[in-house]
């Protein structure tokens, strides 16, 4: 199949597909060559001279509310949300190997936290916490709101690494002599580990941009996102622009450290 | 923190569980899907729960009464807003739906079919990843510089003279609306579609080649009736984000047009709970209907 000639259905597809990953980033170029734009520029090109002007203005703390509050908060709960889901996922995922009561309704349970709409959650949390009288914090609430829409994302990936995990090698393990946390401390967990790692970089990104689960579940501090679609309304200047390039490379970064962690370890365990 | 905490004892547990394969090791499963059925238990059924029961309660302008009322529910089932902002956001699932399954089939398609080397395949894959974990607003807003009257493209048009002045409704509009949802949502469909067509036997394919298939009933009647799974999966993702979408509605259109997500987001900033709670049934009733539907054609269990 691999000698025969490109068709024109190749040539097709491949100019598709070409324009489709302009669609995906060429907005995002504009708003990242715009956050240059000089100190009397607009909102849209052309250029007006180039500056960091409005990089400078973000951190003036009058200029767009408290942006290294509000980052830090995220990066905060976009950890917690980390740790949690993968630690969790990883257990449901070593539950469901097994039978056990109920295990079909836990993962129906999280199904349905994939479609449930976000909004639902968010209202849902806030009412619980008011009625209950407890204040919703961004470690509290909106850790439980965040969690529901990464857990299921972890939960099916694990579910799925699980589904085709060859049995033989935790066999053998065990033929050796090895007891049950010595298989799965030297034998399971480097097999699955950069799946692990995929669940962990999907709990961060998803908490760190999440923002209709933090609407009312993040109490007085505003998470990144939040503050964000506030400036939606209310700035009228490039330094949204410069927001928005600060916090797509801080991803941007965090997405390729994550896949150089992901290699990193798979060539260690090719080689080894 | 108590979480956290919950998180440690139970890893512990469950680790001495492991070691001893006596009654211990049977109750293993239990305590290690604990942790999620207590997150999911307390912060998504219990919360759904509180939603049902409230929905039912009175209100004023500072407070909410336990109570058992109807009139929340007869008050938007009564009002022609709430239909029309219903057909509003079903328009919308509908088109983007459509939308996102054309282009996203075309390029997981591309990418399982014609992408020849399996790390070529892995890096346009992720090419197409990479923006979906960037933050949706910043996505949003990013058409802004594009779109808007003295935007990119407008400015283009004029300057070329194929428009005498700025087309005003490319922004602030449903164009705009279904335009960032397509852009924000398609990777839901590309990822299971792809996911599905690369697990296609390749010898089915050259079996109806042999069997003297043409490129065209190949791909209808041996690659799309394999896909479905995938775009069954796609097409849930892609639902549901549709229907419970306000952020864009309301960025997008700036303010013009209505989903029903964003009339509960209007009513919770007016601390108007019970009937954001009332609307809330209403649109998860919407919403599970639409995923039961769609799920008749699909076991996702299998398709994990």
């Known amino acids: 199949m691999n000698r025969e000639p490109r068709g024109i259905e190749f040539y097709v597809l491949a100019a598709s597909f070409i324009i489709f990953v302009l669609f995906l980033y060429g907005p995002l170029s504009a708003i990242l060559i715009l956050s240059f734009q000089g100190e009397n520029g607009g909102l849209t090109f052309p250029l007006n001279g180039l500056s960091f002007h409005w990089f400078a203005n973000l951190f003036e703390t009058q200029a767009v509310?408290?942006?290294?509050?509000?980052?830090?908060?995220?990066?905060?709960?976009?950890?917690?949300?980390?740790?949690?889901?993968?630690?969790?996922?990883?257990?449901?995922?070593?539950?469901?190997?097994?039978?056990?009561?109920?295990?079909?309704?836990?993962?129906?349970?999280?199904?349905?936290?994939?479609?449930?709409?976000?909004?639902?959650?968010?209202?849902?949390?806030?009412?619980?916490?008011?009625?209950?009288?407890?204040?919703?914090?961004?470690?509290?609430?909106?850790?439980?709101?965040?969690?529901?829409?990464?857990?299921?994302?972890?939960?099916?990936?694990?579910?799925?690494?699980?589904?085709?995990?060859?049995?033989?090698?935790?066999?053998?393990?065990?033929?050796?002599?090895?007891d049950s946390w010595q298989t799965f401390r030297h034998v399971v967990l480097p097999m699955i580990l950069p799946s692990l790692i995929g669940v962990g970089l999907f709990g961060f990104t998803l908490s760190y941009d999440e923002f209709a689960r933090s609407l009312m579940t993040a109490g007085t501090f505003n998470t990144l996102p939040l503050e964000i679609y506030g400036m939606t309304t209310n700035v009228t200047t490039p330094v949204l622009y410069a927001l928005g390039t600060v916090t797509t490379v801080f991803s941007l970064l965090v997405i390729t450290a994550t896949l150089a962690v992901i290699l990193f370890v798979g060539r260690r365990r090719a080689r080894g | 923190?108590?979480?956290?905490?919950?998180?440690?004892?139970?890893?512990?547990?469950?680790?001495?569980?492991?070691?001893?394969?006596?009654?211990?090791?049977?109750?293993?499963?239990?305590?290690?899907?604990?942790?999620?059925?207590?997150?999911?238990?307390?912060?998504?059924?219990?919360?759904?729960?509180?939603?049902?029961?409230?929905?039912?309660?009175?209100?004023?302008?500072?407070?909410?009464?336990?109570?058992?009322?109807?009139?929340?529910y007869t008050d938007t089932l009564g009002s022609w807003v709430t239909w029309k902002t219903c057909l509003n956001t079903l328009k919308f699932a509908a088109i983007v739906w459509a939308l996102t399954l054309a282009i996203g089939f075309w390029m997981a398609y591309f990418l399982a079919f014609h992408v020849r080397t399996a790390a070529m395949q892995m890096a346009l894959f992720l090419i197409c990843t990479v923006p979906f974990l960037t933050s949706n607003i910043i996505r949003m807003i990013s058409w802004i510089p594009v779109l808007g009257r003295n935007g990119l493209v407008n400015s283009t048009l004029v300057q070329l003279g194929i428009?005498?002045?700025?087309?005003?409704?490319?922004?602030y509009s449903d164009f705009a609306v279904v335009l960032a949802m397509v852009h924000l949502y398609t990777l839901f469909m590309v990822t299971p579609i792809f996911n599905t067509l690369m697990r296609i036997d390749r010898s089915l394919i050259e079996a109806a080649r042999d069997a003297g298939a043409s490129g065209w009933q190949v791909?209808?009647?041996?690659?799309?009736?394999?896909?479905?799974?995938?775009?069954?999966?796609?097409?849930?993702?892609?639902?549901?984000?549709?229907?419970?979408?306000?952020?864009?509605?309301?960025?997008?259109?700036?303010?013009?047009?209505?989903?029903?997500?964003?009339?509960?987001?209007?009513?919770?900033?007016?601390?108007?709970?019970?009937?954001?709670?009332?609307?809330?049934?209403?649109?998860?009733?919407?919403?599970?209907?639409?995923?039961?539907?769609?799920?008749?054609?699909?076991?996702?269990?299998?398709?994990?």
């Open chain 2, 1 to 72: 923190m108590t979480l956290a905490m919950e998180q440690s004892v139970s890893t512990a547990s469950a680790a001495v569980a492991r070691s001893r394969p006596s009654a211990l090791s049977r109750f293993a499963p239990y305590l290690q899907a604990s942790p999620l059925a207590l997150i999911l238990g307390g912060f998504l059924l219990l919360p759904i729960l509180m939603i049902a029961v409230v929905s039912f309660w009175d209100y004023d302008f500072a407070a909410m009464y336990p109570d058992f009322l109807l009139t929340n």
């Open chain 1, 65 to 178: 509310g408290d942006f290294g509050g509000s980052f830090r908060r995220s990066l905060a709960l976009g950890l917690m949300v980390m740790a949690v889901t993968v630690a969790v996922s990883l257990l449901a995922g070593l539950a469901f190997r097994r039978k056990f009561r109920g295990a079909s309704a836990l993962f129906y349970l999280s199904v349905a936290s994939l479609v449930i709409p976000s909004i639902v959650i968010s209202l849902g949390i806030g009412v619980v916490f008011q009625r209950v009288g407890w204040q919703p914090r961004w470690y509290t609430s909106a850790l439980g709101a965040h969690l529901t829409w990464t857990l299921p994302f972890g939960v099916l990936i694990m579910f799925a690494v699980f589904n085709r995990f060859p049995p033989e090698y935790e066999e053998a393990a065990r033929d050796l002599g090895a």
């Open chain 2, 163 to 171: 428009v005498p002045a700025p087309i005003e409704w490319l922004l």
């Open chain 2, 219 to 304: 791909l209808w009647n041996v690659v799309i009736p394999l896909a479905k799974p995938g775009m069954a999966i796609g097409s849930i993702f892609v639902v549901t984000l549709v229907m419970a979408d306000f952020s864009t509605v309301q960025v997008m259109s700036g303010g013009q047009s209505a989903s029903v997500a964003l009339m509960m987001k209007n009513q919770m900033s007016l601390l108007q709970y019970p009937a954001a709670a009332a609307n809330a049934v209403v649109l998860l009733a919407l919403v599970l209907l639409m995923v039961a539907g769609i799920l008749r054609f699909v076991d996702i269990r299998k398709e994990l």
